[in-house]
């Protein structure tokens, strides 16, 4: 069984960081990607960033040179700088991974129940 734990979810004032984390824990062999998605009530969820095992990363246009994704191998961790955040980056940010299972099956995605993040005015 793969879990994928999100924290460091808040309420930060407008202008402020908060930073992420994702750990991923249970059967398997190999992170291929990690990736941060948001959903606000009434949209659909939405690509935040992703980083792959080689370490390439994309971005959201709306959080370009505000956001940073980082991973930790070693720990089985993900990690999502969010500085300069803003009103409209309030939303449930969930984890999401990319795995090769204990079979050597590759493509296993998992997601995280998510964390609240809420940018005050």
């Known amino acids: 069984q793969v879990q994928l734990v999100e924290s460091g979810g808040g309420l930060v004032q407008a ?3 908060l930073r992420l984390s994702c750990a ?15 959903q606000t009530p009434g949209k659909q969820r939405e690509l ?9 990363t994309n ?9 940073t994704i ?11 700088q969010m500085n300069s955040l803003k009103p409209e980056d309030t939303a449930v940010y969930y984890c999401n991974a990319d795995l090769t299972n204990s ?19």
Not at 48 to 56: E, K, L, P, T
């Open 59 to 67: 971005y959201a246009d709306s959080v370009k040179g505000r956001f």
């Open 48 to 56: 935040v960033a992703r980083i792959s095992s080689g370490g390439s």
């Open 70 to 80: 980082s991973a930790d191998n070693a720990k089985n961790t993900g990690y999502l």
């Open 103 to 121: 079979d050597y099956v590759r493509g296993m995605n998992y997601w995280g129940k998510g964390t609240l993040v809420t940018v005050s005015s």
């Open 24 to 38: 991923a824990s249970g059967r398997f062999l190999s992170i291929n990607a990690m990736g941060w998605y948001r």
């Open 15 to 17: 202008g402020g960081s």
